[in-house]
């Protein structure tokens, strides 16, 4: 898109910068990208592209391959159920009716207010206390279809509490 | 933090493995930090330490100590002071904390008395739940990077025959050989040649290699180091999924004490070989397990798996010979060189030598990480180890091997599990979950399960992978949602051959595995899905119908009160209902039932 640049926020820039202009640290400049806005913006997938000297598509496609990345913003609070095959036998499909009762999004959605979004994950190796569940790093063990209700509703409180003190 | 343990000192070690940690681990070892000031009168100098996955996950946040050989199980930061008070200072037993063996009901005061310990053999996981994998003094301490100096003395020739003559096959699944890989690197001639740790543990149910890089990943770099002496490589990598945060974490601090201490680098023990680590993470795709698509991962290409007409130990990472051996063999590797060949093929069965790490979850009663050696029972190690199944219920089915894997049926729970004798029955060691189902796991939702996770994990290269899978995952979400057709299960095993036959990769050729694992033990359950619209485990949802035998029910009011949508009704001490229009059926209730008072109509 020649003509058409984004400014890209300079903090962003430099995630990208610290590795050498080479192909095999885009993976992990993508992870340090991620972990820093919670999704991949597209400025920064072409910032990547250049810094990197190859083609767009190309830094697009790898994005799209690996399951850990996402190209729309996720929520404030992101939860990851684990539909590995431990939690699966204990019940996670159960844990994501509920989730979908509670705030009505599905896996690889995010709440209208931008609070909630929720994806399944294959396994987090925690298979001993499942169903486990993880929102934004937390894990939550044995989680059961009650308990999930108590944990949002938890997370409800918090944010309530937040905008009445700000 | 010291090593030295003179009798008079105590250790407390705390697990904060994943698993504990979950549980609240770490507020029970910072709790233990804060208040272990010294005290007046307190002459015992006792210090906690932070400890890799013991894999008693269940029993979790686990707490030792040493020498008094005290395992507490569930602590929280509540008990600490009770500990320090009794234990550590009075040298009483906080009963409450120990464990209760199921079967004798008697409390025990030691992990090693009890039967998920005492039946295990370790050998990968040797260190796992000692160390403090933070600390390279405490690795030093239990004979690490002694095998390394060791393997100064052999000549590269001699390290691939020590390794050959143990039997060792790689433990990430196939069981290929370990010395036949290295040897087929060694002979090659090239400027370069790499080593790779895969450390991509993508089965569903599995994380025994977790354990190892987060409990000893000192253990990983050694095995490491002396396999590039034997092949004659300079530049190593190790492949973590990023999700492993921990494991990321421990290996890379061990990877920088190892060099900032002559372990790694240029002049390794002042030996004059060099060699250097990089630590690269993975982007959560199941078939970068897969050696060739991982290769591609490392170099910044999209996972997708090379063909195998050249193997990676003549062209691997960038051309050059490459070797790639899973986490679990990387750690056996300095035992073999410390304690010799002979010694390490004296444990396992005919072909299979050594141990196996297990991860022993699903409906058993004791989960978490099983070593035994090669050749031990499916049945010594789901009841003695395991403690048998939830509930009292039925043993079903074990599943191992992963997606890849396959189901084995009660009939067969004799069986001395290796490589071979899983093969044979139709499943595949894998890397080692077990996954144990009991009567109310339904065998074709199973099949279900692994079809959707491996068609999206489909790399989407060849045709009968991206499209075969799909369409048998169709077949199969229809016989679950009650229209299936008979012929839909020679439809499923068309499929399958085809599948097998032209399938690019591992990923696509083992993908029918668990579907014609269950045809073959498990037919008349699909049969009576089909037949009968009827899914007797009760999880099939649109074949189910929870009812409440009144005769049974005890009104206890567990069901009623965990019901997510208030469901069932009922006055207390009085049979309880379940109302059918506000039942979504997730079998919480049928799960949570201490009387089997719940039943499938």
Redesign the interface.
Known sequence: MPGITVQLPEELERIIRAYPS???????M??DLQKQCNYLPREALEEIARHVEIPFSKVY??AT?????SLVPRGKYHIKVC?????????SA?LI??IF?AIAIRPGETSPDGMFSLET??????????P?MVIN?K???KV???GI?DVINGIRGDINDNAKSS | MTTQNPPDNRKILVCCGTGCQASGSMDVFLAFQNQLHPEPGVTVETYAKATGCNGWCEQGPLVKILPDDITYCRVQAKHVAEIIDKTIKQGELVKKLLYRDPVTKKQVRSHHEINFYKKQHKVALRHIGEIDPASLDDYLAYDGYKALGQAFAMSPADIIDEIERSGLRGRGGAGFPTGRKWRSCAVQEASEKYLVCNGDEGDPGAFMDRSIMEGDPHTVIEGMIIGSMAIGAHKGFIYVRDEYGLAVQNLGRAIQDARANGYLGEDIMGKGWAFDIEIVRGGGAFVCGEETALMNSIEGNAGEPRDKYVYPTEKGLWGKPTIINNVETWANIPVIILAGAEKFASIGSKNSKGTKVFSLVGKVVNTGLVEVPMGTTLREIIFDIGGGILKGKAFKAVQTGGPSGGCIPAELLDLEIDFDSLTEAGSMMGSGGLIVMDEHTCMVEVARYYLHFLAGESCGKCVPCREGIDRMLEILTRICEGHGKMEDLDLLEDLSETLKAASSCALGKTATNPVLSTLRYFRPEYISHIHEKRCAAGVCRSLTTFDIIPEICTGCGLCEKNCPVQAIRGEKKEPHTISQELCIRCGDCFNRCNFGAIKVV
């Open positions: 080479d192909k095999r640290y885009i993976l992990a993508m992870q496609a790898l391959f690996y399951k850990a990345f539909d590995g095959t431990a939690c699966h036998i204990k019940s159960v009716d509920q009762n994950v294959n396994c987090i190796g925690a298979c001993a206390i499942a486990v790093e894990v939550y063990s059961s279809s009650a209700l």
